[in-house]
């Protein structure tokens, strides 16, 4: 019983000749971290004084053991390789053997943080994503006008029944928070046109401010950014969950055309709503302005509709519906282009999302600054 219960003794290791070049490390006692080791440099200073080419890694005589003695294997594993002495370890137990495999295969960290690069490289690493993202986007614009094309020769492939939902998702299903945001922007425009207005006593002309801002800018920017928030950010989510479950993958396995199948309806369904969302949009926007002429400046409601439609011709009219439409084109395709492009990860879902919201704003607000100098141009 006393004979058990004596402590174990401290770690040792002894280095046994064999033939050749090779010894044999026999190591002892007990390894434990908190526990005396021997140093690893003393015993490869022994092996470099014998000029060894082979260490035989013996554990027999250990009594018991944990991570110090892996780590102090490991560190002499490393000493060995960089003097070109070979470590057999055909004599450890497979658990210790299996354990130093595995820190092995561990990429061990660099003894030097890596250098930032410099200005320049950072700059012309930014350059070149930038390009190689313009030419993915010009790349997937020209696979969806090809697309377009195979469309009006009634040759593209997808369901109906997809088109179906995505009209009803784009459509119906935006009227409510349409109507909310249009109500509010038209109230909006009115007051502030109000306060000024009514330095001149021009109150009037509320109605002149609010109808001509509706048609021609506002109530396409409106449901452009309803959308972009709501339907666009939809689509980048459902085709990037679609890539990371790999329904993509299939898709083109089986020869079908994601940009057909899956891309054409999603903008075709947004291309067709946005005209009857802006419409709507215009109509409820005056509205909106009624109620402050009316209510707060005491316009009549005939003199103020009459006035609405003296200030408003149909060039108005088409030059909103024709903004609303590049709008929804635009929408669709950064939504999709964004959702087919994201990773195949969880993460890569929210990150497609919130892309696709950033770059339709954008988008949306070069394609109104654009067609503002094109109707400049022309002088519409």
Known sequence: ???????????????DPEDGNAVVLRLAGR????????????????????NVRRAVLATDDVETWDTALLTWLRNLERRCAAFGIAVDRSRLPGGIARLLELAAVVVEPESEPERRPSVLARVGAAT???????VEVLGFIGRVVLALARLVTLRA?????????????????????TTLVSVIVGLILAFVGAIQLRLFGADLYVADLVAVAMVREMGAMVVAIIM????GAAYAAQLSTMKVTEEIDALRTF???????????RVVALFLMMPFLCLYSVALGIVG???????LLGIAPQLYLDQTLQAVTLTDLYGGLLHGCVYGLLVGIVGCQRGLSAGNDAGA??????????????AIVVADGVIAVVFDTLGI
């Open 1 to 15: 019983m006393k004979a058990s219960l004596a402590p174990a003794a401290p770690a040792t290791v002894r280095v």
């Open 31 to 50: 390894w434990k971290l908190g526990s005396p080791r021997p140093d690893v440099a003393q015993t490869m200073g022994e092996l470099e004084r014998g």
């Open 128 to 134: 070149v994503r930038a390009a190689t993202g313009v």
């Open 157 to 177: 492939r997808f369901r109906l029944s997809d088109l179906q939902q995505l009209l009803m998702n784009a459509g119906a299903d935006a009227v409510p928070i």
């Open 228 to 231: 972009a928030g709501r339907t």
């Open 255 to 265: 020869g079908i055309s994601t940009v057909e199948f899956l891309v054409l309806p």
């Open 289 to 295: 302005g009624a109620v402050v002429g009316v209510y």
């Open 349 to 362: 879902v929210g990150a497609a999302t919130t892309s696709a919201v950033v770059a339709s704003l954008v």
